[in-house]
């Protein structure tokens, strides 16, 4: 007897303590990567040289390179991007399944974002570096800067590439260059082309800037400023006739302006020096409020 009345007691507090607890407030919306309008707004195809095109957005680059045995795509922008890519590509006379090759910069949501997509729709392999084919297989998450703000869907790299390799395709050579620091998987990608048949070397490179990223005593990136200094140094000892950045603007090309595109485009070296520059003056802000 003295169990059941236990028993009851227990019920009736359990339930007291059940209906205290107020209702808990509405979930939070999910947040989405939102971005500039102008990395958003399609554009057609933009000759950079005989066998290279721009084919991404205003503002983001997609690269489109012609070879001898189909086509290879640089980078793809924003997820939302892949329908606008493939019609490029069409306008370009070309079908998805003539598309090669996926060779990525970095793998952030806003230049690797329609990887997946892309493979999916034509059977493209995708070529990164081991720290992006990472990132690439998480979709984005867990990045060292911004955790989980920019993913997108996740993607398979086909193939891993070392500092230096040279991927062919279709008669045309690509080479890697590490340039770690905006992400310690960043590449710069060179190549040979033709403009108006004169001999042209096309240096595609990776981003250079740390937005709102932490250099000091950084947990998760300990050799962060030192990797900055290398990339500096070897993005200005690239061969480098045309320089074409993932956003545009950094490197002085202006996508919008069509025949007037590459009026302020800038050197390799004028691009490394710029950057440095305002790294130095990140890195000395950091240093000023860490004293």
């Given at each position: 007897?003295?169990?059941?009345?236990?028993?009851?007691?227990?019920?009736?507090?359990?339930?007291n303590s059940t209906t205290a607890v107020a209702e808990p407030p509405t979930l939070p919306q999910l947040q989405a990567y939102t971005v500039d309008a102008s990395w958003l707004r399609p554009m057609?195809?933009?000759?950079i040289a005989d066998h290279t095109w721009q084919i991404g957005t205003e503002k983001l680059t997609a690269l489109l390179v012609v070879t001898q045995?189909?086509?290879?795509?640089?980078?793809?922008?924003?997820?939302?991007?892949?329908?606008?890519?493939l019609a490029n590509l069409r306008r370009r006379?070309?079908?998805?399944?003539?598309?090669?090759?996926?060779?990525?910069?970095?793998?952030?949501?806003?230049?690797?974002?329609?990887?997946?997509a892309l493979k999916r729709r034509t059977g493209a392999r995708i070529v990164a570096s081991a720290e992006s084919a990472v990132l690439l297989a998480r979709g984005g998450?867990?990045?060292?800067?911004?955790?989980?703000?920019?993913?997108?869907?996740?993607?398979?790299?086909?193939?891993?590439?070392?500092?230096?390799?040279?991927?062919?395709?279709?008669?045309?050579?690509?080479?890697?260059?590490f340039m770690p620091g905006h992400t310690p998987g960043s590449i710069a990608w060179t190549w040979n082309d033709t403009r108006d048949g004169k001999p042209?070397?096309?240096?595609?490179?990776?981003?250079?800037?740390?937005?709102?990223?932490?250099?000091?005593?950084?947990?998760?990136?300990?050799?962060?400023?030192?990797?900055?200094?290398?990339?500096f140094a070897t993005v200005r000892a690239l061969p480098c006739d045309v320089l074409l950045t993932p956003h545009p603007g950094s490197s002085g090309w202006e996508y919008a302006a069509k025949d007037a595109a590459g009026a302020?485009?800038?050197?390799?070296?004028?691009?490394?020096?710029?950057?440095?520059?305002?790294?130095?003056?990140?890195?000395?802000?950091?240093?000023?409020?860490?004293?």
């Open positions: 007897m003295r169990f059941q009345t236990f028993t009851c007691a227990l019920s009736a507090c359990l339930l057609q195809p933009l000759r045995d189909g086509v290879v795509m640089l980078d793809g922008g924003m997820p939302q991007m892949a329908d606008h890519l006379g070309f079908k998805p399944q003539d598309l090669r090759l996926l060779l990525s910069s970095h793998a952030h949501a806003d230049h690797a974002g329609p990887f997946a998450s867990d990045d060292l800067h911004f955790g989980d703000d920019i993913t997108y869907p996740p993607a398979v790299a086909d193939r891993v590439v070392m500092d230096g390799e040279v991927v062919s395709q279709g008669g045309v050579d690509f080479t890697a260059h042209v070397r096309i240096a595609y490179v990776d981003s250079l800037g740390a937005p709102g990223y932490q250099l000091l005593a950084n947990p998760r990136y300990p050799n962060i400023v030192g990797d900055y200094r290398r990339s302020k485009m800038m050197s390799c070296k004028a691009y490394a020096d710029a950057a440095e520059r305002g790294f130095n003056a990140q890195l000395a802000e950091e240093h000023r409020k860490a004293r």
